[in-house]
Nanobody, 127 residues
């Protein structure tokens, strides 16, 4: 699976940003997808995940109510709409796909549960 993320940038606190991740190499409509992020000096952390149909979504507590993960299976693309951004949201954001169609249930929020990674996109939120 090849993943290409885009949409990062610089935004003021309280503003929105939308990330996109285009996937290729597998049947996208069968793949769970996820977003993780990594701030300087910190470990990579879970942000959100979405089931193959889009019917199941999962969020980190820190972004729940502000971020929305979605997908368009006709475009082989997963999105992360980020609203009400905070300076602590500043990080490199990565999209991820599992080795099989979905990660092990207990590993959805763990980076080790995901096998394929995009190149990362830097998002900076200024205060």
């Amino acid at each position: 699976v090849q993943l290409q993320a885009s949409g990062g940038g610089l935004v003021q606190a309280g503003g929105p940003l939308r990330l996109s991740c285009a996937a290729s190499g597998r049947t996208f409509s069968r793949l769970w997808m996820a977003w993780f992020r990594q701030a300087p000096g910190k470990e990579r952390e879970f942000v959100a995940a979405i089931a193959w149909s889009g019917g199941g979504t999962y969020y980190a507590d820190s972004v729940k109510g502000r971020f929305t993960i979605s997908r368009d299976n006709t475009k082989n693309t997963v999105y992360l709409q980020m609203n009400s951004l905070k300076p602590e949201d500043t990080a490199v954001y990565y999209c991820a796909a599992p080795r099989l169609d979905r990660p092990i249930a207990s590993m959805v929020r763990n980076p080790q549960g995901w096998h394929y990674w995009g190149q990362g996109t830097q998002d900076t939120v200024s205060s």
